[in-house]
Nanobody, 120 residues
Framework: QVQLVESGGGLVQPGGSLRLSCTASGFTFSSSAMNWYRQVPGKERELVAAISSAGGSTSYADAVKGRFTISRDNAKNTVYLQINNLKPEDTAIYFC?????????????WGQGTQVTVSS
């Protein structure tokens, strides 16, 4: 079955950096675009970055452009989110996400999330 496992979150001071990782299993990782979302309690989940299956195309939410970098290593079945110059408003749970085809149509899969807290 499809599994997505995030890691790398933590407590960081403003201006600091983190690299989040998401390791996938249960499907052909190299054939799937991957996404990172984040969610603050009481707010909707927000797409922050996406990467194509081969890694040649990426996109970012306006709020994170220039500070977040999404990348992937298909040999390791892992997608990364490098976060630089962290701001308090980046505090959220960060989720790895993908869509996979099923016999009943596409289904989306989520990891359990990793908490990022930016505070001095």
């Amino acid at each position: 079955q499809v599994q997505l496992v995030e890691s790398g979150g933590g407590l960081v001071q403003p201006g600091g950096s983190l690299r989040l990782s998401c390791t996938a299993s249960g499907f052909t990782f190299s054939s799937s675009a991957m996404n990172w979302y984040r969610q603050v309690p009481g707010k909707e989940r927000e797409l922050v970055a996406a990467i194509s299956s081969a890694g040649g195309s990426t996109s970012y939410a306006d709020a994170v452009k220039g500070r977040f970098t999404i990348s992937r290593d298909n040999a390791k079945n892992t997608v990364y989110l490098q976060i630089n110059n962290l701001k308090p408003e980046d505090t959220a749970i960060y989720f790895c996400h993908c869509w996979r085809p099923t016999g009943w149509g596409p289904r989306d899969y989520w990891g359990q999330g990793t908490q990022v807290t930016v505070s001095s």
